[in-house]
């Protein structure tokens, strides 16, 4: 389902944006745990050239509902990371900051939505600086925006960006884990021109 | 009856008692429909125009309705003075600031696209559901020519 389908990025480049990721997955990880205060780990890190709509294949069934949060990226590389927690590790992630049970996801008032992009910053940040560090580059991030939706919904929007620039997308997949509590979200980056990735 | 999940920036076309269905954030869903033969389609379009040398027209408003149209008209034998036509999405899902993210005012591009084409080619919208900031779940029903419209917090029903 993954494999490198056009000569965009060569095997190097993969590998080193697979390193890179995987480094970022455990930084991400550490900066979750302590943003949770539970033990949070990055379970695989995968980068591939793939056609867009295999992106959907990727992600939680599409009538599912989750929370995206979404981090615009500017400097060398431009795109979009983004994060998606299913409805149950949003619920986690809430109570836990909050210290009070959120059974429902009905009301988005601005404390909750504070709660994801806050945490939407911290893993964004962590992941950004790491990357930047390990391929010698300079990634800022922008504010973090937040939603929550059908999965199915999120994905029709994020792969309108790949319709513009072409057939196919990078995808670096990361899965987090939290073994006690059950949280576990999902990372995807994507790129607004992959000819800016080739020349890291 | 057969229902048939139309994937993003593709389309499809059958005939009652079918459904037609697909998920929608910033694309736009157009039905279009022959009450008198209860046949229909339902095209998924991501973008509003054709870029030049893509080949997959049913992503694109301009090419992918007249092609849907033209499915229709000619391997289903349905006149398109008898076409009505339904559409739903192009929601803006992220409320990025618009000079950090012009990606993301594709929804009401999309609509836009979608309004003036139906309108070139004549075919009468009869109900829409579009814009605002929340994904849809689209299911036509070919017997009745019924949309039902399923977002996150509540179902309706266009008819």
């Known amino acids: ?200 | 009856m057969k229902i048939i999940n139309v994937g993003v920036g593709e389309l499809s076309v059958s005939a009652c008692p079918d459904v037609l269905k697909t998920i929608l954030g910033s694309c736009v869903g157009i039905a279009i429909y022959s009450p008198r033969d209860k046949i229909g389609g339902l095209l998924h379009i991501m973008l509003p125009r054709l870029n030049n040398g893509d080949m997959n027209r049913t992503k694109y408003a301009n090419s992918g309705i007249p092609e849907l149209i033209i499915t229709l008209e000619e391997k289903y034998r349905v006149n398109r003075f008898n076409m009505v036509a339904k559409i739903a999405g192009g929601a803006n899902m992220f409320s990025f600031k618009k000079t950090t993210s012009p990606v993301f005012d594709i929804g009401t591009n999309n609509i836009t696209a979608v309004k003036y084409c139906l309108g070139e080619l004549n075919i009468p919208i009869i109900g829409e559901d579009v814009g605002s900031n929340y994904g849809r779940r689209i299911e036509f029903h070919l017997e009745s020519g019924n949309m039902v419209i399923v977002g996150t917090d509540k179902r309706r029903l266009m008819r």
């Not at chain 1, 056009?6 to 970022?24: H, K, S, V, W, Y």
């Not at chain 1, 295999?54 to 509902?65: A, G, N, R, T, V």
Request: hydrophobic share 40%; charged share 20%.
């Open chain 1, 1 to 200: 389902m993954t494999q490198p389908i056009l000569p965009i990025l060569n095997e190097e480049q993969i590998r080193r944006l697979d390193t890179a990721a995987r480094l970022g997955a455990d930084k991400v990880a550490e900066s979750l745990s302590k943003w949770l205060r539970t033990k949070v780990v990055s379970n695989s890190a995968k980068t591939a050239i793939v056609h867009y709509s295999k992106l959907l294949e990727l992600s939680p069934s599409s009538e599912d509902l989750v929370t995206a949060i979404l981090i615009r990226v500017s400097g060398s590389i431009s795109g979009y990371m983004v994060f998606i927690f299913d409805e149950m590790s949003t619920k986690r992630i809430l109570t836990k900051i909050l210290r009070k049970n959120i059974d429902s996801l009905s009301e988005w008032d601005n404390l909750r939505r504070s709660v994801m992009e806050e945490t939407g910053n911290i893993i964004g940040a962590s992941f950004a600086n790491t990357l930047a560090m390990n391929l010698n580059c300079d990634i800022h991030p922008s504010s973090p925006v937040m939603a929550c939706d059908f999965a199915g919904a999120f994905w029709d929007t994020l792969l309108t960006q790949y319709a513009i620039e072409g057939e196919y997308a990078l995808s670096c997949q990361v899965t987090f884990n939290s073994p006690g509590d059950q949280i576990s979200g999902t990372f995807s980056i994507i790129p607004e021109d992959l000819k800016e990735w080739k020349e890291l």
